[in-house]
T-cell receptor
Framework: AQSVTQPDIHITVSEGASLELRCNYS??????LFWYVQSPGQGLQLLLK??????LVQGIKGFEAEFKRSQSSFNLRKPSVHWSDAAEYFCAVGAGTGGFKTIFGAGTRLFVKA | DVKVTQSSRYLVKRTGEKVFLECVQDMDHENMFWYRQDPGLGLRLIYF???????EKGDIPEGYSVSREKKERFSLILESASTNQTSMYLCASSLRVAGAAYEQYFGPGTRLTVT
């Protein structure tokens, strides 16, 4: 069965430090992969996506993610975190036919300390 | 930009009431979705619709129904609200095109409390 695992429930980083959020997926074929961000009290906003091609993808707000097929991972990175990045981050995989099934991880909450 | 709006940000209802949550999107998307979001569980799909009057059950449809009479509008109905339906409800939409179909645009959410 398809699944998405985000091993870290929450992470705290200092402002200006680098960030890596982990995501592992289970899916038989090449998946469509996404990272979304949810600010407090808001809906989800797409940060970046991977469909095919270059395994390093760039997104909005200075985020990037790397698809590693051998590790079934799609980790999200940012070289220097800003206080406004404090939010919850969701990894997701598009699975099934017709776009009817997107599986979301449980989320990682990012805290940023001054 | 795609805009998905939900009728209420916060809603408080009593047990047994019938509850309607409305969602409207303005980008002519074919697919629309209803999720509930609970801490530690991520997003769970309740129902989705890929066309007007078409609907499919998601992972947790029990206690819910949906209606899609117009392409831009997708309603979630709680026939008889219960306290275990207290949650954040998120609506989303997407194109029905390979790949892009999974790229979903979300509304701001409705936080429903059932007392």
């Amino acid at each position: 069965a398809q699944s998405v695992t985000q091993p870290d429930i929450h992470i705290t980083v200092s402002e200006g430090a680098s960030l890596e959020l982990r995501c592992n997926y289970s899916y038989g074929a090449t998946p469509y992969l996404f990272w979304y961000v949810q600010s407090p009290g808001q809906g989800l906003q797409l940060l970046l996506k991977y469909f095919s091609g270059d395994t390093l993808v760039q997104g909005i707000k200075g985020f990037e993610a790397e698809f590693k097929r051998s590790q079934s991972s799609f980790n999200l990175r940012k070289p220097s975190v800003h206080w406004s990045d404090a939010a919850e981050y969701f990894c997701a995989v598009g699975a099934g036919t017709g776009g009817f099934k997107t599986i979301f991880g449980a989320g990682t909450r990012l805290f940023v300390k001054a | 930009d795609v805009k998905v709006t939900q009728s209420s940000r916060y809603l408080v209802k009593r047990t047994g009431e019938k509850v309607f949550l409305e969602c409207v999107q303005d980008m002519d998307h074919e697919n629309m979705f209803w999720y509930r979001q609970d801490p530690g569980l991520g997003l769970r799909l309740i129902y989705f619709s890929y066309d007007v009057k078409m609907k499919e059950k998601g992972d947790i449809p029990e206690g819910y129904s949906v209606s899609r009479e117009k392409k831009e509008r997708f309603s979630l109905i709680l026939e008889s609200a219960s306290t275990n339906q207290t949650s954040m409800y998120l609506c989303a939409s997407s194109l029905r095109v390979a790949g892009a179909a999974y790229e979903q645009y979300f509304g701001p959410g409705t936080r429903l409390t059932v007392t």
